[in-house]
Each structure stands twice: as C-alpha cells, then as structure tokens.
C-alpha cells in the first residue's frame, strides 16, 4: 500500500466490506458523512481496520479532521510514508 491509488482502492474495498457501500458510490471527493453516511462509530472502525492494514494507528484527534475519502487516502498515505 504505497501509492495513493492503492490505498485509494485498498481503503474503497474496505468501506465495500466494513460498510456494504456500492463501489461507485465511493470518489476521492465523497463526503464520509454526508455522501457516505458513515457515523462517529463507523469512523472508530475504519480507523481500526486502517491500523490493521498498515499496522500504523492514526490517531482519533487526526481523524477529526478528516471529510472526505481523500483526506483519508492523504493521511494514510503520510502514515505509510518512511520517515525522512
């Protein structure tokens, strides 16, 4: 999971399964919330399923922020990425 792409398509799979969303139903610029209709608990579960895939956590106070599919792709993606 290094490339946007792939965490774009690894995090899509995962709302599919975590959520029962249809596939296309789920863009870089789809609300979480409003598009999505993914709630505060929905949230906790993405993140744990995040931590499992990476085996890195995002914290909760970092999830805050988070509106879209492609703020989640850009902090995983920060997540994922060495430290330089």
Known sequence: ????????N???A???ELFELE????????NLYEDLEIDSIDA??????IKRQTGKKIAAEDFKSVRTVSDVVEAV???VQPAA
Do not use: C, E, G, N
Not at 44 to 49: A, W
């Open 1 to 8: 999971m290094q490339t946007r792409d792939d965490i774009f």
């Open 10 to 12: 690894t995090l899509r």
């Open 14 to 16: 995962a709302l599919v």
């Open 23 to 30: 596939p296309d139903r789920i863009a870089l610029d789809s």
């Open 44 to 49: 906790v579960d993405l993140i744990d399923h």
């Open 77 to 79: 993606y920060r997540l």
